[in-house]
């Protein structure tokens, strides 16, 4: 039961890190689209 918490603690968590992972994605998309529209 104990292993079983703890491992869907870690699930949990390893979901959160894939959402920030996701977000850090966009937005470092977000950030080249940028650079590419101040350039001449």
Known sequence: M?????NMELMS??????ELMSACAK???LMSACAKKVQP
């Open 2 to 6: 104990s292993a079983c918490a703890k």
């Open 13 to 18: 968590a390893c979901a959160k890190n894939m």
């Open 27 to 29: 937005n470092m998309e």
